[in-house]
């Protein structure tokens, strides 16, 4: 199977994998590329409610 369509499925599925030091490294920077983004959508979300409370608290 190509790791470039690997997904938690595939990888839940089996017993075992085998992984190529290449697939890893895909992974591993999908991942963080994932974590990222989701850091900064937190972020933001905090940023937008400190400013709703903000805009709260002056009325």
Known sequence: MP???INV?????????????DCVDYLHS???STAGSARQRHLAAISFDAKQGEQ???K
């Not at 499925?9 to 030091?21: E, F, G, P, R, V």
Request: with cysteine.
């Open 30 to 32: 999908r991942l963080l």
């Open 3 to 5: 790791f470039i369509g």
């Open 56 to 58: 709260s608290a002056e």
């Open 9 to 21: 499925y595939d990888i839940l599925n089996h017993d075992t994998i085998c992984l190529t030091k």
